[in-house]
């Protein structure tokens, strides 16, 4: 049975699979800039709970970086965040929002039966993104930076969709191999054929896809009020291991 990984590998697989235009490094805290596509990649977090000394110098100054570079400063707090920082957040009365919750699963024996039209494509390639922004119903700016952000993957990945029996894009994701932790990304189903089975058949060809190029566990990033794709994740084998949430100055 494969070892689950640390919070911190996990934190290090999802930033790897899921760039940024511009980051910053200041000890153990990173400030990641992408022109506002998802908060993970614009936002700023600590990386070692041990790395918390003038964290409120720190703070103001990310959180300016954040602000000259027309973001809002938001500082991603998971487990590795340390209790001076918590503290200084709280005195500044940063708020929270927006709390997920990470789940993993062991890739060892498992295999999934393919199911449906499914299809595997670069991530750069227009017809997973344009399938993905479809399905998201992403403006023209969006998509424009979700192509540079693609185009900055490192590691392996596929763009993966599930097609409908009309040829029409019925669920997407993009799946990365980072480190050997399998990173799920974008995973979305058309809103008007849910319950159909496409969510569960996008994300069975995804993890099949990480775990035939060498991932040993998987990892996936889901905001704690979405029931609907937790249940689904619990059902193919992921657990929780933490929670993350947001701050943002009140």
């Not at 993970?40 to 720190?58: G, H, K, M, T, V």
């Not at 103001?60 to 503290?87: K, M, N, Q, W």
């Not at 479809?134 to 700016?141: A, D, I, M, R």
Request: charged share 20%; net charge negative.
């Amino acid at each position: 049975m494969t070892t689950l990984p640390s919070i911190l590998g996990i934190e290090a697989a999802c930033l790897s699979a899921w760039p940024a235009v511009g980051t910053v490094h200041d000890g153990a805290w990173i400030w990641r800039f992408a022109h506002g596509y998802s908060k993970r990649s614009n936002s700023f977090q600590s990386l070692d709970p041990e790395d918390d000394d003038e964290a409120e110098r720190r703070i103001a100054y990310l959180a300016g970086l954040s602000t000259s570079h027309g973001i809002e400063p938001v500082f991603r707090v998971t487990p590795l965040a340390g209790p001076r920082v918590i503290d200084a957040l709280n005195r500044a009365g940063w708020a929270a929002f927006d709390e997920s919750c990470v789940l993993v699963m062991d890739l060892e024996g498992i295999e999934f039966e393919p199911a449906g039209d499914v299809r595997f494509f670069e991530p750069t390639d227009p017809r997973w993104y344009r399938a993905q922004s479809t399905l998201s119903q992403s403006t023209g700016k969006t998509v424009e930076t979700l192509k540079i952000l693609l185009g900055l993957i490192a590691p392996e990945a596929r763009g993966v969709v599930v097609y409908a029996p009309d040829g029409s894009p019925a669920a997407a994701a993009l799946a990365v191999n980072s480190g050997g932790i399998g990173v799920y990304l974008n995973v979305i189903s058309d809103k008007t054929k849910r319950r159909q089975g496409y969510g569960a058949a996008v994300m069975r060809a995804a993890l099949n896809w990480t775990k035939e190029n060498g991932a040993r566990a998987a990892a996936i990033q889901v905001t704690s009020d979405n029931e609907p794709a937790i249940r689904l994740y619990e059902s193919l084998g992921f657990v929780e291991q933490y929670r993350y949430h947001y701050r943002r100055p009140a």
